[in-house]
Structures are given as structure tokens and as C-alpha cells.
């Protein structure tokens, strides 16, 4: 296949997969669009990304995003089944509404991170790596992966192949400059243990924040992330220049490294 035929084969592919999304709901804070049978991703007005996936008995919300006023009723517009919520990592733009719901489920080493996001009244469950959520018909795998946080978890439905990332590996980029701080080290070997599970079947990863990219990544993107950390950690970075946005939780002087469409944000001070 020549390249020009090989551009318009990709191109088809993807405006197929983009026509099967479709809007379900739109208010002031969101919309929700279908991407598949028994899934959605709802996208709000200030780019975080929260997940409903369906079983034949449960449904799972993943993450509870930022700026949704009454989610819980604006879930039940999409499933009536009894609702699981799970949580990637607890930074406000993923956790800002879990208090919207009785019962939140995430990684116990996130624990350190409650106090960034407003107090939560109800009951928490933690989750473990390689634990399994049955909705019915559908089961779900926690798997940890730390580095942007401690207890950064992605979420695997194995038999459509799909990934749920939360900010584990980004949206085009990650930010690691966070604290409490993770080695580099750390994230690598959250890039290969996730490139290895897309060497078994996991083909798509619907990141945390979905509206800056409208397509699910493959496996490229982890091995170019994966390319990117290894680089850090050897201290070879080929693209390297100071990050423009400092945040309260962040260090003082952030950097910005490149490798085609991956990027990491680090603190220089703390790859080690």
C-alpha cells in the first residue's frame, strides 16, 4: 500500500469511528455522547472527562469531574442500574463531585490527597491492583499505575480491549511535576507494565481528558511516553525547555520535554 492510499484508509477509519459517537445530552456544565454500545464519555465545558460504562446489572462512573451541578441526577439520564463510582486519582478536576454520591471507590494511596478536594461525607472503598468489578456481563480491572499520583489507577474492560486512564499517561501530556512527587523510574515502569497489557489485548486508551483529543490513543502514544521517561530518567532528553504554567501544588520550576505526540512535565529537581 502506498502512502497516499494508506493516509485515506486512516482517514476513512477514523471519520467511520467518529460518525458511530453520538450526542445523548448537553446542558450549561456538559454534553454526553455515545461512543459505543453500553458507553459513554461525558465532556465538560472545562475539558475534564468522566466515563459511564453499563453491564447487564451495574454501572460504573469513572471519575466525577469539575463544574457539573446535580451529576447524580444527570447520570440517571444514561443508566438506571445500580451505580459504582470510581475514581482515577484524587485531584479536584476527577474528584470534584464524588460527593454527589454515597459510596466512591479509589486507590488507598491517594489517601494523602483528600485534603486538596472538598471534604467527602460517605463511604470509601479502596481499591487493589488486578481487583475485578463484575457489572454484569462486563467485567472491569483495577490496575495501579502511580506516577502522577501515588494511586493512580486505569480502569480495563478487557474484552472490548478498551483502557480508562484517568491523568495516568496524560492527554498528549502528563504532568509529573505534581506533589507529592514520583521518580521517573516510577513512571516508566507504569509505561511498560500498560504497554504490555496492550501487547494482550488493550487497543484503546480514553484518557482523562478527553475533549482536547476526541479519539481513544493506541499503543504508539504509551511507547512514545515510554521512549520520553526513559530519556528523563537517563537524563538524554532530545526536547527539553521550561513548562509556562506553575500551579499551587506544583514545583517552582517546571519543565517540558517532547517526543512526537507524547509530552512530560517534570520537576528537574526531582527525576530521581
Not at 460518525?19 to 455515545?34: G, H, R, Y
Not at 494523602?112 to 467527602?120: A, F, G, N, T
Not at 486505569?154 to 514520583?182: I, M, T
Request: aromatic fraction near 8%; charge should be neutral.
Amino acid at each position: 500500500m502506498n502512502t497516499k492510499s494508506f493516509l485515506l484508509l486512516t482517514v476513512l477509519l477514523f471519520s467511520g469511528w467518529a460518525a458511530s459517537a453520538q450526542s445523548v445530552f448537553k446542558n450549561d456544565d456538559l454534553e454526553i455522547t455515545k461512543l459505543a454500545d453500553k458507553l459513554w464519555v461525558i465532556e465538560t465545558t472545562d475539558k475534564t472527562t468522566m466515563y459511564i460504562v453499563e453491564g447487564d446489572k451495574k454501572a460504573m462512573l469513572i471519575d466525577t469531574g469539575t463544574k457539573c451541578e446535580k451529576l447524580n441526577e444527570v447520570v440517571r439520564k444514561i443508566t438506571q442500574k445500580p451505580l459504582i463510582v470510581v475514581i482515577t486519582h484524587m485531584h479536584g478536576d476527577h474528584a470534584g463531585n464524588m460527593d454527589q454520591f454515597g459510596e466512591v471507590y479509589f486507590n488507598a494511596a491517594d489517601t494523602v490527597l483528600l485534603k486538596q478536594v472538598k471534604p467527602y461525607p460517605g463511604k470509601i472503598h479502596f481499591l487493589t491492583d488486578g481487583q475485578v468489578i463484575d457489572l454484569g456481563g462486563k467485567k472491569l480491572e483495577i490496575c495501579h499505575m502511580p506516577a502522577h499520583t501515588p494511586g493512580s489507577i486505569v480502569v480495563l474492560d478487557r474484552k472490548e480491549g478498551n483502557c480508562f486512564s484517568g491523568d495516568a499517561f496524560g492527554s498528549g501530556q502528563v504532568w509529573l511535576q505534581l506533589k507529592p512527587y514520583a521518580t521517573m523510574k516510577t513512571y516508566v515502569s507504569s509505561l511498560k507494565k500498560m504497554e504490555k497489557l496492550m501487547d494482550n489485548g488493550i487497543t484503546k486508551i480514553y484518557c482523562g481528558h478527553y475533549p482536547y483529543v476526541k479519539k481513544p490513543y493506541d499503543k504508539s502514544y504509551i511507547v512514545a511516553m515510554r521512549e520520553l521517561a526513559e530519556s528523563l530518567d537517563n537524563g538524554t532528553p532530545k526536547d527539553a525547555k521550561p513548562f509556562d504554567r506553575k500551579v499551587s501544588i506544583g514545583c517552582d520550576h517546571p519543565m517540558i520535554a517532547t517526543n512526537g505526540q507524547a509530552a512530560i512535565v517534570y520537576d528537574p529537581d526531582h527525576i530521581k
